[in-house]
């Protein structure tokens, strides 16, 4: 009997278990990426079907590497990933701080907290869209009727304000979880070290950065992995919102990749964009992963 | 847009149901039912009214599968394709679309008798037809013309300061370099702008390309090249880029689209706004703030000498897949029909009969609707004189989608309009090339 | 500072940022209660004049302005495709994630580490590949296909939630329990899943608000009334030509509002589940 079949006897039970699970992620994660890491090597467009067998081995990728409007939707992405995850980080520990001083009526602050959390990404895009809107929107309006402004902002068009806009509605989709992380995490935390600080004469700020922090960090690194693991909704949003335009001032590497894909119907070069947007997710979800390993194990000290 | 098709339909779809269909005899195709996808949306659904007759005149049932937004269906279609999952017969198509879908299309001659086409405008049934075959049957055609606010181009005080400002009378425009002057002159932000354009999508791309045209210049040369970064292709952009620098457009207008300019013109946020033919009524109805006060006049003239007029029609097709033809190719002449034109016309929609056209002018007279009756006169010597499509390529989709953010990117002002054609052109280049064309 | 103007100032905060956090959410409800017109107007009208349920109406199809959005359809395709998805996904992540708790065999952590990394994979570059392979295989436009998809994607987050959770209840009880005569399967049911409680419930209402909220996959796979979802659904207010914002306002509000219930009632496991899956295990 050969080594890798006794493997599978004497671990049938669990492997029974785990079954499932890897077939259904068999099914629809990888026999579809295996299929466009295929016509990623190919011609292949949607409206010509015959092309699904045009082997054109590297082009799209080398074509990619000297795309330079693929390039700065690439650098726009991450910076916006980076943009967003910081300062969804700042505003939920914040959030959360400011939260967990109130005792009275924190159910329902916590309640109104999550809101956001519930909200479908598209119907986000939406309600920004409205919100920022140059001629019937929430913000233009009410900095009009206040006389802030005559003019009507181009929130949605200046090459900052728009990458303010969407990262706005990102945030405020997900700043949510990174609080209810965190204020999860200050429940969690011992009382005594604390008192024990500042019995010693410590700062409100030296017991935050030596004591708090670091036992909130494997809370943020939760919210992290979780929040890596889709990062790719704020497709939805900006999509909705702007897609991507104008001249490209918003374009992420999904906005990219939807449009060469369905708009111009060239599958193969999409394929090849989309894998590089999963090499950046798993990237991403594979650091926050393995920080927040690291941080179990720091948190057995407690 | 929604409520101006509402209004009066019920009537007029009375009036046809009671006296249509028996003049022609549609086949029999008892128990057969005929599976379609067709485009939604308020001012095309009216047509769909006429359905059951047919049905009823036929023995036929029809399924309808799909019913969407022209950019819904268009994906939908392509996905079709890819998927070879086309089981059904007849499709809504676009002049300007039909030929990305070639492999799935029936040329129609021989299917339909060549009475029936004779009786179509022959320009139009050739935008139909590419390379050689008519790949479907026009429902209605569209193009744009200038719709302006009267009381704006009537008022003395505005003349005097506008000829002596610019050295010449204030009429509505016959010339592009015309109008560009009164947007600027007719600007007064935040409550009024000179005019407005689409500016993004495949909106920017097409008025870009009848503004090259009327600078006479051309997309691609006989060897699909792009030439369109010519002196003409920097002219041409060149208007759009100067009227958004003015601030003579609203800021956003490179995020607009047709609904954003209808209704914006409607509000009487701008002058004039070159518009298609569908809003008409609306623009000068109770709904609009600008109601009875809309002059509607020829597209400008670009300095070749040609008047813009970027159009397409919305037709229906029949599939190579299908198992019954005659039933599809019924189906589509009687929703193409004088009675089912009639319809359309009546609510605004440019007719592909020329019978039609007649009819439905004599009835708006007959109605004292005389500006109506403008308008059809006028869309109609555009339909027949100035009208153009875009290269009939299944690749056209991709060309726009090459164009739009580089012509963003000149009005916005990132780049030259040389820099952003010739960064199109390129992009053009790459996209014929992987068609196959060089 | 004293005490009191610290209070005072923390409290101002905490309005400030709720405001920030309620405001577009309200706005638009808000919205769905006014006509177009009057969103339309300007400058604007503040104070709603006239407040109406005619968008809500015509959603439903009742009143003059019946449009064309067959909502009660969505609504239930949504339902049923987000009950499903969900229920598989917690059957089969809990499967998964107690062996994994549970069990030793060769491969066990990188096998665990791909699992996740899969739900990484963005739905626009999946929606397309599995679009042609659903409809090679006949299921595109069906709820079957679609909840295949979202419990797929829902079943590595789960097996995560549900592994941290199993791993906290101490083996010595299972043992106990078997010792005095339960078979595994009782003890696991009797003592392991009632201690994992809410862990499941959290890892149910996360598969169930992606289930409910998805868009760009959903968006590929579905496409007439036996399948479309409401956040595919609102898309239909966006025609060729149109926006009706008070119509999409109203589907909003119908969309919001089953997630809004569902997290309410549950958000005192979803904070537990969370943190002690995750962290703790």
Redesign the interface.
């Known amino acids: 009997m050969s080594k890798f079949s006794r493997?599978i006897r004497d671990?049938a039970?669990?492997?029974a278990?785990?079954a499932?699970?890897?077939l259904?992620?068999l099914?629809?994660?990888?026999?579809?990426?295996m299929?466009?890491f295929y016509?990623s090597f190919t011609n292949y467009r949607l409206i010509r079907p015959d092309t699904l067998w045009d082997w054109i081995g590297l082009r799209n990728y080398q074509r990619l590497l000297a795309d330079w409007d693929f390039w700065v939707a690439f650098g726009r992405t991450i910076l916006f990933l980076t943009v967003a995850l910081n300062l969804e980080l700042l505003f939920g520990l914040g959030?959360a701080l400011?939260?967990n001083?109130?005792t009275w009526g924190q159910r329902t602050?916590?309640?109104?907290?999550?809101?956001?959390?519930?909200?479908?990404?598209?119907?986000v895009g939406?309600?920004?869209k409205?919100?920022f809107n140059d001629?019937?929107g929430?913000v233009n309006?009410?900095l009009?009727?206040l006389g802030l402004t005559e003019f009507a902002i181009p929130f949605l068009v200046d090459r900052w304000l728009a990458f303010f806009s969407i990262s706005f509605a990102e945030i405020?989709m997900s700043t949510s979880i990174f609080a209810?992380?965190i204020?999860?995490?200050l429940?969690?935390m011992p009382k005594d070290p604390i008192e024990a600080a500042r019995v010693d004469g410590c700062s409100n700020w030296q017991v935050f950065r030596h004591i708090t922090l670091p036992f909130l960090m494997?809370?943020i690194f939760?919210a992290m992995?979780?929040r890596?693991?889709?990062v790719?909704r704020a497709?939805?949003v900006v999509d909705v919102m702007t897609g991507g335009g104008p001249a490209q001032r918003t374009e992420l590497l999904?906005t990219l990749?939807?449009r060469t894909?369905?708009d111009d119907a060239r599958?193969g070069r999409?394929?090849a964009m989309?894998?590089a947007?999963?090499l950046l997710?798993?990237f991403?979800?594979?650091y926050f992963?393995r920080k927040?390993m690291d941080?179990?194990k720091h948190?057995g000290a407690f | 847009?929604?409520n101006f098709t509402k209004t009066g339909l019920a009537t007029t779809v009375a009036i046809v149901l009671s006296g249509a269909a028996s003049a022609q005899d549609y086949g029999s195709f008892e128990d057969y039912t005929l599976r379609v996808k067709l485009i939604?949306?308020?001012?095309y659904?009216p047509l769909y009214t006429l359905i059951p007759e047919w049905e009823a005149a036929t023995g036929a049932k029809v399924e309808i599968?799909?019913?969407?937004?022209?950019?819904?269906l268009d994906r939908?279609m392509k996905?079709d394709i890819?998927?070879?999952?086309i089981d059904y017969c007849v499709f809504s198509n676009h002049t300007n679309f039909a030929p990305q879908y070639d492999v799935m299309t029936q040329p129609l001659d021989g299917l339909i008798d060549a009475d029936t086409i004779a009786a179509f405008s022959p320009l139009v049934i050739s935008h139909a037809t590419v390379s050689g075959d008519l790949f479907s049957l026009p429902r209605h055609s569209d193009v744009s013309n200038m719709f302006y606010v009267k009381s704006l181009y009537e008022d003395e005080a505005n003349k005097a300061a506008f000829e002596k400002e610019y050295g010449y009378a204030l009429t509505p425009p016959e010339t592009w370099a015309q109008a560009s002057d009164q947007a600027k002159f007719f600007t007064d932000a935040p409550d009024r702008y000179g005019t407005h354009f689409a500016g993004k999508d495949e909106g920017i791309t097409g008025r870009f390309y009848e503004m090259l045209v009327a600078e006479g210049g051309v997309l691609f040369d006989d060897n699909w090249k792009p030439t369109f970064n010519s002196e003409e292709g920097v002219r041409a952009l060149n208007w759009f880029v100067d009227l958004y620098q003015a601030k003579a457009v609203p800021a956003g207008t490179t995020n607009y689209v047709?609904?954003d300019l209808?209704?914006g013109f409607a509000?009487g946020a701008v002058a004039y706004d070159l518009d298609w033919a569908?809003w008409a009524a609306y623009f000068n109805g109770s709904d609009s703030k600008i109601g009875g006060d809309v002059g509607v006049a020829l597209a400008p003239k670009g300095s070749s000498g040609k008047r813009t007029g970027w159009s397409g029609s919305h037709t229906f097709s029949i599939t190579k897949a299908c198992d019954n033809k005659d039933a599809a190719a019924s189906l589509v002449t009687f929703l193409t029909s004088q009675n089912a034109q009639m319809i359309e016309a009546r609510a605004g929609l440019l007719p592909t009969r020329t019978q039609v056209w007649t009819d439905v002018i004599a009835e708006f007279k007959a109605d004292g609707n005389a500006f109506m009756v403008e308008v059809f006169d006028i869309w109609g010597q555009s339909m027949a004189d100035h009208a153009f499509t875009p290269p009939l390529i299944a690749e056209w989709g991709e060309v726009s989608n090459a164009l739009w953010p580089q012509l963003q990117a000149a009005i916005l002002g990132d780049v030259t309009a040389q820099e952003a054609l010739d960064k199109a052109a390129k992009e053009v280049s790459e996209v014929m090339e992987d068609a196959g064309y060089n | 500072m004293p005490t009191r103007t610290k209070t005072v100032l923390?409290?101002l905060?905490?309005f400030t940022?709720?405001l920030?956090?309620?405001?577009?959410?309200l706005?638009?409800i808000l919205?769905a209660f006014r006509t177009n017109g009057e969103?339309?107007t300007?400058?604007?009208i503040?104070i709603p004049q006239n407040l109406t349920l005619d968008n809500f109406r015509a959603i439903f199809g009742f009143g003059e302005n019946v449009i064309?959005v067959p909502v009660s359809s969505y609504f239930r395709n949504s339902l049923v495709i987000s009950v499903t998805s969900t229920f598989l996904a917690l059957l089969?992540?809990m499967?998964?994630g107690?062996?994994?708790a549970?069990?030793?065999?060769?491969g066990k952590s990188s096998?665990f580490?791909w699992?996740?990394?899969?739900?990484?994979?963005?739905?626009?570059?999946?929606s397309?590949?599995?679009?042609?392979?659903w409809?090679?295989l006949g299921i595109?436009d069906t709820k079957f296909g679609v909840i295949?998809?979202y419990?797929?994607?829902n079943?590595?987050?789960t097996?995560w939630l549900t592994e941290g959770f199993f791993r906290q209840v101490p083996n010595d009880l299972n043992e106990a329990a078997q010792i005095d005569g339960c078979t595994r399967w009782q003890a696991f049911w009797k003592i392991e899943f009632p201690l994992a409680k809410s862990g499941i419930a959290s890892a149910g209402i996360f598969a169930f608000?992606?289930s409910?909220?998805?868009?760009?996959l959903a968006s590929?796979l579905t496409?007439?009334t036996d399948s479309k979802t409401?956040?595919v659904g609102?898309?239909?207010f966006?025609?060729?030509?149109?926006?009706?914002?008070a119509g999409?306002?109203a589907m909003?509000v119908i969309?919001?509002i089953p997630?809004?219930i569902l997290?309410?009632l549950v958000?005192k496991h979803?904070?537990?589940g969370?943190?002690f899956g995750?962290?703790?295990?």
């Open positions: 493997a671990h039970v669990p492997l278990l785990i499932p699970s890897i259904v992620i099914v629809v994660v990888l026999l579809p990426l299929f466009s016509t959030l400011l939260v001083k109130i602050l916590r309640t109104i907290m999550m809101f956001p959390m519930m909200f479908s990404p598209i119907l939406f309600q920004f409205y919100v001629t019937i929430l309006n009410a009009q009727s405020w209810i992380l204020l999860a995490g429940f969690a494997p809370f939760i992995t979780i890596s693991l889709d790719a497709y939805d999904w990749i939807a894909a369905y599958m999409a394929n989309a894998y947007s999963i997710s798993i991403f979800t594979w992963f927040l941080a179990r948190l | 847009m929604r939604g949306g308020a001012q659904e599968l799909s019913r969407k937004s022209h950019f819904e939908e996905q890819a998927a070879g999952n047709w609904d209808g209704l509000a569908g | 923390i409290w905060l905490t940022v709720m920030i956090i309620c405001m577009p959410g706005w638009i919205s969103i339309l300007k400058p604007a503040w064309g089969i992540g499967t998964g107690y062996a994994f549970r069990y030793q065999f060769p096998t580490l699992l996740m990394l899969s739900r990484t994979v963005p739905g626009i570059a999946l397309l590949p599995i679009f042609i392979i409809s090679r595109i295949l998809v419990t797929a994607i079943v590595p987050f097996v608000l992606t409910w909220n998805e868009y760009a590929q496409r007439s409401l956040p609102l898309m239909d966006t025609a060729q030509f149109t926006i009706d914002w999409m306002c909003a969309i919001i997630a809004l997290t309410f958000q979803l904070i537990a969370l943190t995750g962290v703790k295990g």
